[in-house]
């Protein structure tokens, strides 16, 4: 084990503690985990994890594919890293808990039971954490410690690698959503608990989902008056200044710090445009945020980073009053990943490999195997068969006495020559290796294809099978012939012995030396064309055995090319890329076809060992294999080449405007609002991870061309910062933006709306003390200033009263009634409420002003109507008709009139005036 761990190579990380909350918490420490896995490989250990949850379900498994591995391996949360927060009986709490009573808003619904969610309700997910207080202080205590623990950065035989943390400081993220119930509703209260026990030191980010993603869903109702109310609180402690106590499980928990060192809001447009329309997919942005957070690329990216979030810090602003505390991220990576392209061109090259291995090819030429066949025809019976004589008779009287022993031995040697002669002739050739041989030759250096073969084989086995009937006949004809010889020959051994008239007459003897020499060369002949017959039908046999292995080779080819011809269409492209925040580049037409193709027109097949074993040879023969290169090679070679071979280079150039475009900050803002640089400091800031930031010949480093498509302008190419990861097969563009007030992102106005739409019947906040106390996130106007700008306005007949107040609101590039109220004190309060109306409001009337200071006679008829106007006033105070809401408004308007009329009567136009008189 420790041979092992000497080998490991050492990687550096923040330390670094994730603490999801909620269910998009879940979601994206799991992306978060997964980038870490197929990084490393393996879970860094400096690198822990928490899920706090109000839901116990732990069901959820993303899959990720480690370096080296073919298939994916799950990713899930284990037991030790989810802390499950439920209150039975939670209905009782706000009686009975005297820390719950204390803030538990009187408005927020209540359930029996907190076990599976907050159900949108913030102040229920508050209630079960301070149902859970002793727990969650203990919890994040000791995850904070084991954060810390030494043993961490000592070197294992367990894991791949040693790590090394940059510093000793934590950097702990909360994620979460501002949507619901759990993550919205203790988000505050964790990071405040999280302050008291981390150092001075440590950082502490928040990374949060805004609601638009889950509008128009079921059961979201609430979403967006959850977060409006939620930054109401965030913005409010973001400001604190000073401390404050809160007592939490017996604890007192005392805020010193703001509750986080920057605040990343992620929203489902971003900067670019680009919008994403899956929950899913801003769960893995947020992973993503996570896991760069622990400067996994190297400790350029980490300083970077650290720098960044410090400078941004410093130097932030304040709009109309409003802190700008707010940043966003966003991040994609570009993977050199030619696998799957190289796998589907291997598919194609395979399936003509087997079309070319299947076809006919070049005709096979038998003509040597049907020569060998034709041999067979010829063959003698081995010398010392034909050496044997079979023993004769010297008189008519010993015939009888040797005729069945002759008879026997004339039977042996048929037997025995056709035996030997068969025998030897198998062991000197065996006619399947000797045809497979032929074949094998014609398959692998020949050009034959299968098809070929078999129509080879077919007509030698033709051969075979006529020549084996052929030598069959003449074998029976001989047999026959032979038999009837024996016949005769033992008729006339049986014959009686011819007697004279006084005594026996002499008889040559039948079996003599010359009969029995010609029946021995008639058993010899017999047995001899036996022989022939029974080799013609071992060709016959074996010829009709390799056809039919061929045939069933055959099928298993086509079955083959079929399973790989199916696969066409069923997977991904190779070029598309499902992942919204990954792209892939070679695009799906490079030449790697081409490369592949000329491998399939190579391989050399092996007849036997497809015979053999048909699988494992097909797998072996096809495993065809792509050049290796990286990224950077990659890309240099495709640039080079782009006057070639323009379609790639667009698509080049389409993959790598679309990284920068995806890798926008995620969310979106009213830029008029933040324009003015006298007011605060807004930046972005682009960090591109490349592998070598010192390499020029790297074209993300020294191409002006294709750094042109990251940066176009001066502006951009200096906020462009590059960074080393020491992976040549990846680009990753990340890129920060900060910092804004809440109130200026886009569609904010829409949350407010419904926030004070439905804040009349239940509360959205977490704390009784909230509602209606804390300031809004709008900059809203002083009293005297909406008083001011609402009677000039009236005044000067901007804002005037059709079927209801109004002005004409020319903010959207054309004109159109922007529609206040339909009395005084209503139109008066959405007026005073709504900052950039009063703002828009504001511009017309200081227009109008400065129009009347450069026409006296029209100041002066003002200035006269002026009484006219105040009357009028007064008269309406006296009116029944209205209300006591509708008079004060009056009331205003006159005081504004009065202190206008002063201002008029002690303006004089000419004072100021410079008008040194001219001598000539």
Do not use: C
Not at 397 to 411: H, M, N, Y
Not at 616 to 623: F, I, M, N, P
Not at 760 to 771: I, L, M, Q, T, Y
Not at 801 to 812: A, I, K, L, S, T
């Amino acid at each position: 084990m420790l041979e092992n761990a000497t080998h490991q190579k050492a990687r550096k990380l923040k330390r670094t503690v994730l603490i999801g909350l909620g269910g998009t918490g879940k979601k994206a420490l799991l992306h978060a985990k997964k980038r870490f896995l197929e990084t490393f490989g393996e879970e860094p250990p400096l690198v822990k994890y928490l899920l706090i949850d109000t839901t116990s379900a732990n069901t959820d498994t993303l899959h990720a594919r480690l370096p080296g591995r073919e298939e994916p391996v799950p990713v899930r949360l284990r037991a030790n890293e989810i802390l499950h927060i439920e209150a039975r009986g939670a209905s009782l709490l706000p009686q009975v808990h005297d820390e719950i009573r204390e803030w538990f808003p009187p408005k927020a619904d209540l359930k029996a039971n907190i076990l599976s969610g907050a159900g949108q309700i913030r102040a229920l997910g508050r209630l079960a954490l301070f149902a859970n207080a002793t727990t969650v202080y203990e919890n994040l205590r000791d995850l904070l410690a084991l954060a810390r623990d030494y043993r961490d950065e000592r070197p294992s035989g367990e894991r791949r690698h040693i790590y090394e943390p940059y510093t000793p400081h934590l950097t702990v993220a909360l994620v979460g959503s501002l949507a619901g119930g759990t993550g919205s509703g203790i988000f505050l209260d964790v990071a405040f608990l999280l302050r008291q026990l981390m150092k001075d030191e440590d950082q502490l980010f928040g990374y949060f989902l805004l609601p638009d993603i889950y509008v128009n869903r079921p059961g979201t109702q609430n979403v967006e008056a959850n977060a409006y109310a939620a930054l109401k609180e965030l913005d409010h402690f973001m400001s604190l200044q000073g401390s404050f106590r809160y007592r939490f499980g017996g604890r007192e928990i005392e805020v010193r710090k703001k509750p986080f060192d920057m605040v990343f809001l992620v929203n489902r447009e971003n900067r670019a445009g680009k919008t994403f329309t899956e929950v899913e997919d801003l769960m893995e942005l947020l992973g993503l945020g996570l896991y760069l957070l622990a400067g996994p690329l190297g400790k350029e990216q980490a300083d970077t980073f650290d720098n960044i979030v410090h400078q941004l810090n410093e130097q932030k602003g304040k709009y109309y009053g409003k802190t700008a505390h707010y940043a966003s991220f966003g991040a994609a990576e570009l993977r050199f990943a030619p696998e799957g392209l190289l796998r589907e061109a291997r598919r194609e090259g395979q399936v003509k490999a087997l079309e070319a291995l299947l076809g006919p090819g070049y005709p096979w030429s038998t003509s040597a195997l049907e020569a060998k066949l034709d041999e067979v025809k010829t063959l003698l019976a081995p010398e010392e068969a034909s050496a044997s004589q079979p023993p004769s008779s010297s008189s008519r009287e010993q015939d009888k006495e040797i005729w069945p022993r002759l008879q026997q031995d004339l039977e042996s040697l048929r037997r025995n020559l056709r035996e030997n002669l068969l025998r030897r002739y198998e062991e000197s050739v065996r006619v399947r290796d000797l045809v497979l041989r032929e074949a094998a030759e014609a398959l692998a250096h020949k050009g034959t294809g299968l098809e070929g073969l078999e129509a080879g084989l077919k007509t030698l086995l033709q051969s075979a099978r006529e020549l084996h009937a052929q030598l069959s006949q003449e074998a029976q004809q001989q047999e026959r012939g032979w038999k009837e010889e024996l016949k005769r020959i033992e008729q006339k051994v049986n014959a009686p012995l011819r007697r004279g008239l006084f005594r026996r007459e002499e008889e040559d003897p039948v079996l003599n030396r010359r009969a029995v020499s010609s029946l021995g060369e008639g058993a010899k002949e017999l047995g001899t064309l036996e022989a022939r017959a029974a080799i013609a039908e071992g060709w016959v046999k074996a010829l009709e055995g390799l056809l039919g292995e061929l045939q069933g080779l055959m099928q298993r080819v086509r079955d083959h090319k079929a399973r790989l011809e199916s696969e066409e269409g069923q997977k991904e492209g190779p070029s598309r890329d499902v992942e919204p925040f990954t792209l892939t580049l070679p695009p799906a037409y490079v030449e790697a076809q081409g490369r592949v193709e000329a491998e399939a027109a190579e391989v050399r097949w092996d007849l036997e060992a497809l015979l053999r074993a048909p699988k494992e040879s097909l797998e072996q023969a096809l495993a065809f294999h792509g050049s290796a290169t990286s990224l950077a090679e990659w890309v240099r070679k495709a640039f080079q080449n782009r006057e070639k071979d323009r379609e790639l280079w667009e698509a080049v150039e389409r993959t790598l405007r679309e990284l920068d475009q995806v890798s926008d900050p995620a969310w979106d803002y009213e830029d008029a609002w933040v324009s003015n640089p006298g007011l605060g400091y807004k930046e972005k800031v682009h960090i591109l991870g490349v592998a070598d930031a010192t390499d020029r010949n790297d074209p993300f480093v020294g191409e002006e061309e294709i750094l042109n498509l990251f940066a176009s302008n001066l502006h951009d190419r200096m906020r462009l910062q590059r960074v080393s990861t020491g992976d040549p097969h990846r680009v990753l563009h990340y890129k920060i933006e900060a910092s804004i007030p809440a109130f200026v992102l886009r569609g904010i106005h829409i949350y407010r709306e419904k926030y004070e739409k439905l804040s009349a019947e239940r509360s959205f906040h977490v704390h009784r003390d909230f509602e209606g106390a804390l300031e809004d996130l709008f900059p809203l106007p002083r009293e005297e200033e909406a008083v001011e700008v609402w009677t000039k306005a009236r005044a000067f007949g901007l804002l005037t009263n059709e079927e209801g107040y109004g002005f004409v609101d020319r903010r959207q590039g054309t004109e159109r009634r922007h529609f206040l109220g339909t009395s005084p004190a209503e139109a008066f309060r959405a007026l005073k409420g709504d900052f950039f109306a009063f703002k828009e409001l504001e511009a017309q009337v200081k227009k109008r002003e400065n129009e009347l200071r450069r026409d006296p006679q029209r100041l002066k008829e003002i200035r006269e109507r002026l009484a006219e106007t105040m009357a009028n006033r007064e008269s309406k105070l006296a009116d029944e008709g209205f209300d006591l809401e509708d008079k004060e408004v009056f009331q205003k308007e006159l005081e504004a009139l009065r202190a206008w009329q002063e201002k008029l009567e002690a303006f004089r136009p000419d004072s100021g005036n410079d008008d040194f008189p001219a001598l000539l």
